[in-house]
DNA sequence: AAGGTAATGGCACTCGGTGTCGATTGGAAG
DNA sequence: CTTCCAATCGACACCGAGTGCCATTACCTT
C-alpha cells in the first residue's frame, strides 16, 4: 500500500502536458468572459494548447470542470465523520462537520464563490451538480445509518441527508446573494433551524 | 379573459397530430424495452408517426418526457396552500399539502411508480430533476415566506424548501424500493420527523 | 373557392461526448 | 547509446440532442 499514494508511481511513459487545476483556472476565465454555455470544449482545448479529445481525459464532461477534485473532498468529510465523538448529538455533529467542511482558507474564498456561482446558477450545472451531491449525501446517510443502527439507504438516514444537503444549498445560495455574511455563519444558522424542527 | 382557457380557442389552422400524453406512454413503452439511454428522439417519433423535429415540439427535451404537466400540478399545489387554514402551522401546514398533493387515485399508481422510477434512477433525469424541482420549492417558498413575512428567497423559507423536498424525495425512493408501503404515509412519516428536527 | 392560420417535417448545423488508432514522448533496461 | 515499453496525445469519424429556417400541409373561416 505504500504505491498506492496520489504522487502517482510514474514507471515510463509520456508526460501528462497539463492538470485538472490548470484546465480549470483557464476554463473559468472563459467563463467568466464569455458565459458556461457560450464556451465550447474546443475552445477551452485551444486556450490550454491541448486537443479537444485531451480535454475529456481531464475532465469526463463540461460539466465537471467546476467540481474540481470533488471526490477528495468527500474523503476529507468522510473522515471527519469519523473523528466525531460517540456522545456527541447526531445533528449536531451533522452540523459540525458540514458547517466546519466549509471553513475555507481566507484566499480561496473568491474562488469558492466564483465555483458555487457557476454551480448554483448556470442551469446545466444545477442539474448536474444533482449526480455530485448524491456522493456528498451518502456520506451523510452513512455517517447517520451507522449512529442509528440503521442501514444508510433507510428512511430517517436518507431523509436527514437529503435534508442536510437542502439546508445546505439554502444557505449556500444566501452567501452568494450577500457576500458580507460569513457562509460558516449562514450554514450554521440554518442547519440549528433544521434540527429544530424550524420552530 | 375568457379567452385564456387551457381548452384552446382554434381560430384555424392545421390539427395537433398527437398529443404530449401519447408521446409520454409510447415513449414509456420503449424506455422500458430498451432503456432510456438507448432510446433515441428518432426512435420515439418513428414509434409515433411524427418527425423528429416535431417531437421537439411537444417537449422541449428528451429530459421532459416523464415529467408529463407538472407545471400544471404545481398550480393545483398553489392552490392547496392558498385554501390552508391560516391558523395552522406552517410545517404541518407544509405536510398536509404535500402529503394529499401525492394522494392519487389507486389507478395511477402504477404510473406514477414507472414515471418516479425514471426520474429517480436514470443519471439523466436525476439530473434534469434538479430544474424542475426548482418550480416545486419556489411554490413552497412562496407560501413559507408569505406565513413568516419574509420573502421567499429569504433564508428560512429557502431552507425549509429545500428540507421538505429533500425529505420528500427520500420518501419516494423508500416508496419505490418497497412498494408496499402507501407512499402518503412515507411522506407523512418523514415530514413529521423533519418537523421535529428528526428527534 | 379563397385566404389566413397553425402545425408539420425536412435540412443543415452546432456542440457534447465516445471509440479507435497511429503518433509522440519519456523512463528504464540492456 | 540503443531498444523497448508505457502512458499520453490528438486526429478522425461517428452518434445523438437540440435549434433555426422554411417550404408544405391541413384546417377553419368568410
Chains 1, 2 share one sequence.
Not at 448524491?134 to 431523509?159: I, N
Request: aromatic share 10%; charged share 25%.
Amino acid at each position: 500500500m505504500a504505491e498506492s499514494s496520489n504522487v502517482a508511481v510514474r514507471r515510463g511513459g509520456r508526460r501528462r502536458s497539463t492538470s485538472r487545476a490548470a484546465l480549470e483556472h483557464l476554463a473559468f476565465e472563459l467563463f467568466d468572459e464569455r458565459g458556461f454555455e457560450d464556451t465550447t470544449i474546443e475552445d477551452i482545448a485551444a486556450a490550454a494548447g491541448i486537443g479537444r479529445r485531451t480535454f475529456f481525459r481531464y475532465f469526463p464532461s463540461k460539466n465537471d470542470v467546476p467540481w474540481g477534485s470533488f471526490d477528495e473532498q468527500l474523503d476529507v468529510m468522510r473522515a471527519r465523520f469519523a473523528a466525531c465523538p460517540a456522545e456527541m448529538p447526531l445533528l449536531d455533529a451533522v452540523r459540525e462537520v458540514v458547517v466546519d467542511f466549509n471553513r475555507v482558507d481566507q484566499a480561496e474564498v473568491p474562488w469558492l464563490r466564483r465555483r458555487m456561482r457557476f454551480i448554483l446558477t448556470v442551469p446545466a450545472l444545477q442539474a448536474h451538480s444533482t449526480l455530485r451531491y448524491a456522493d456528498w449525501r451518502l456520506v451523510v446517510a452513512e455517517f447517520v445509518g451507522e449512529r442509528l443502527g440503521e442501514p444508510a439507504d433507510a428512511l430517517r438516514p436518507q431523509a436527514i441527508a437529503h435534508a442536510t444537503l437542502g439546508v445546505a444549498i439554502a444557505a449556500y445560495q444566501q452567501w452568494l446573494a450577500d457576500p458580507t455574511v460569513e457562509l460558516t455563519q449562514l450554514l450554521d444558522t440554518a442547519l440549528r433551524a433544521l434540527s429544530t424542527g424550524f420552530a
